[in-house]
């Protein structure tokens, strides 16, 4: 069961090494497809979505954003059939190496911190 209903951003004025970031945000219905999406990079993610999105379209819902650094962005409420979800990914797109996946399905809200170069979430 997910837990997450809200979400926050915050994006660092040096953020990707001062470059626009792509972010996906990925609720997952179903265990197996979980499976396979944890273990993707957010390089892979954005590589493969396209085809992840034709594969599944009845158990996977994405919003996608392209931030630049400094950025204000308001809160983000998830819709509240992810509830019966199985997990709540986003990825975000940086310029350096690194896997930048967050798992944020345990948490009922958080703010999504984009740095310089990774990031993280403030619980």
Do not use: C
């Amino acid at each position: 069961m997910v837990k997450t209903q809200r979400l926050a951003f915050e994006v660092d004025k040096t953020a990707n090494l001062d470059h626009p970031i792509a972010m996906d945000l990925l609720i997952i219905y179903d265990d197996e497809l979980l499976k396979q999406v944890v273990t993707l990079s957010a390089q892979e993610w954005f590589a493969k979505r396209s085809q992840f999105k034709r594969d599944y379209p009845a158990t996977l819902s994405t919003w996608e954003w392209e931030v630049v650094p400094g950025q204000t962005l308001p809160f983000f409420q998830l819709p509240a059939n992810s509830e019966q979800a199985k997990g709540v990914i986003l990825f975000a797109h940086y310029k350096t190496a690194g896997t930048h996946r967050l798992r944020l399905d345990p948490l009922p809200w958080a703010v999504i911190k984009l740095q310089e170069q990774e990031v993280t979430v403030k619980k």
